[in-house]
């Protein structure tokens, strides 16, 4: 590439004849810049299985591999192992190490198969593709490269592409069921062969479209521009909530982005784009949206200005729909800018939009509002967030070890900076069943009972600050309760007709002495509450009777 990059087109043309490797269509690549570019991610390949290994593939297949000669009908492709899964890995591997001997910073992508459609023809010999890849370069490698391209039928009205970013990138990238075999996504793949440091491994979508066709129009309404605007969208938008790290839409010159011409008109799918970038640009955070209609997509982002994204996508084709949007964990300006692209920006049969999208200040927004978006458009909304509600803050508690009976008390510490100050309310979410919170304090008190002992309890606190909306925060913490010790009784002083006995044990728990003249019946002649351990205590009545039994019971709770 370095020695093609070098030369001009005249004298590639001389050298690459001389060496049997002429290609006029690489003539463009012939630019006569030694200087290195500095090209820093490098993607090994471009569906590298498409060889003719697989039957899917068969004959010469359509990815030239040079390492099994052409044609097929003379050498042999289908399961070649010089086509397989497991060589390319090791020619990945290979080439890794090189390239970083040189530039470490050097970022190396392998080809890997989409799932889940692909593994219904990746498969031979039982093997799948992306598994044997990365069982020999998953180590040696920064990225992995996936395409999608979904069959939608043949003038299609959006209701058989629409649906599909939903039915099939979250698999895609997470999997599904075992998250084993052809159930695995590719994160699953990549969490098997490089357990130690996963995310060092990031997910390059780089070609995605749609092979079927889409009707122009229905009625003189534009259906193939909205549509392919949406679709697009919601893509990009999936896969960034998904965590995918490079997303490109194949292809540039082609009519939906900048189309082949030197006017380069703008498409549906770079106005689709552009809104995007009005949601979200690089170093902004997803947040969770969710939407409960089917055909009412929507996903946010937290912008590193503070704004609020949101994207809400309109996949009814025939109705506008009113979607009542609730923000929680944040505060919302009532005032922001709404961006819209969608039917309204195209006229009769033609793909190409006549208008890009329309900009427009807005109100009415805040933590709970309605908007109405029309039918195949899309819509952002951008609405600052405002200072005021954050949530309080609690101080962490440590763990504490106690015996049982031992009093574990303390009162929580919370914080809340908003002015004027809300009211705090204390919790529990979870504790055992004795322990106790005061609601207006956060007094915590706990006393374990002897049947609590030899336990590890897990107790978690929240206090919520009364805000508009509420918010809370929690801490949580452990009490390990010490195993029982049973108590020891042994005479010390018989004196005048009184017994007198020492009582030796853990500290915490409560005693009590009980008597018997028969070991049935059993009288508590003393009790005493967490006492300092040993004690002492004299039966002054010994006398009255010819024979009496002893015996010291632990709590609590006591008899």
């Known amino acids: 590439m370095a020695k093609l990059r070098s030369s001009s087109q005249s004298v ?40 003719g290994y697989y039957a899917a593939t068969s004959g010469n297949g359509y990815s030239v591999n040079y390492a099994v000669p052409y044609p097929y009908t003379s050498h042999t492709r289908l399961g070649n192992p010089a086509l397989s899964p497991a060589n390319y890995g090791q020619q990945v591997k290979a080439f890794s190490l090189a390239m970083k001997a040189v530039d470490p910073t050097i970022k190396i992508g392998a080809v890997v198969s989409t799932p889940l459609g692909d593994y219904s023809w990746d498969v031979f010999g039982g093997q799948h593709w992306t598994p044997q890849v990365l069982a020999q370069c998953a180590t040696n490698i ?27 990138i979250p698999s895609m990238i997470n999997g599904t069921g075992s998250h084993t075999g052809t159930s695995s996504g590719l994160k699953d793949w990549i969490n098997q062969y490089r357990p130690n440091d996963p995310t060092n ?23 193939i521009g909205p549509v392919t605007a949406l679709f697009d969208a919601d893509s990009y938008s999936t896969w960034m ?9 194949l292809e540039m010159n082609k009519t939906p982005f900048l189309g082949d011409s030197s006017s380069l008109t703008r498409g549906e799918t770079f106005f689709a784009i552009e809104l995007l970038h009005a949601m979200a640009a690089p170093g902004d955070m997803y947040v969770q949206a969710t939407s409960d209609t089917s055909t009412m997509r929507a996903h946010a982002a937290l912008q590193q200005s503070g704004n609020l994204g949101l994207v809400l996508l309109n996949e009814n084709r025939t109705s506008s729909q009113t979607v009542n949007v609730t923000i929680t964990n944040a505060s919302l300006s009532s005032t922001g800018t709404v961006y819209q692209f969608g039917t309204a920006n195209f006229s009769g049969t033609g793909e ?14 805040g933590n709970s509002f309605s908007i109405t978006v029309p039918a195949y458009t899309m819509m952002v909304l951008v609405v600052p967030t405002v200072a005021g509600n954050t949530p309080p803050t609690l101080a962490p508690i440590e763990n504490q070890t106690v015996n049982a009976g031992q009093t574990v008390a303390f009162t929580a510490s919370a914080t809340d900076t908003n002015q004027p100050p809300p009211a705090l309310t204390f919790s529990l979410l ?18 374990p009972l002897v049947s609590q002992a030899s336990t590890t309890n897990s107790i978690t606190l929240e206090v919520t600050a009364n805000g508009t909306p509420n918010l809370s925060t929690t801490q949580s913490f452990t009490v390990t309760v010490n195993p029982l010790t049973l108590p020891l009784a042994s005479p010390v002083a018989w004196s005048n007709g009184q017994f007198t006995l020492q009582v030796s044990g853990e500290s915490g728990p409560d005693y009590a002495v009980q008597m018997s003249t028969n070991l049935v019946d059993w009288n ?14 004299t039966d002054t009545n010994t006398a009255l009777l010819p024979v009496q039994f002893y015996r010291i019971e632990v709590g609590p709770p006591l008899p």
């Open 241 to 249: 909530s998904y965590g995918v790290s490079n997303i490109c839409f």
């Open 352 to 365: 190409t939009p006549v208008s890009g999208p329309s900009t427009n200040s807005a109100s009415g927004f």
């Open 430 to 447: 979870s504790a055992p069943t004795n322990a106790t919170l005061d609601a207006n304090t956060g007094g915590f008190s706990w006393r």
């Open 12 to 51: 590639y043309q001389t050298w690459a004849t001389a060496d049997g490797v002429y290609d006029a269509t690489f003539n463009f690549l012939a630019i006569n810049h030694p200087t290195p570019v500095g090209i820093k991610y490098w993607e090994i390949g471009n569906e590298t299985f498409g060889t």
């Open 201 to 223: 491994v990031s997910i390059f979508i780089t070609e995605f479209g749609y092979t079927g066709s889409v009707t122009n129009a229905i009625s003189g309404t534009p259906i």
């Open 142 to 168: 920064d990225f992995i490269i996936a395409h999608w391209y979904f069959y939608n039928g043949n003038n299609d009205n959006g209701s058989s592409l629409l649906p599909s970013v939903a039915a099939n």
């Open 524 to 537: 508590t002649l003393f009790t005493t509450n967490s006492p300092p351990m040993p004690f002492e205590w």
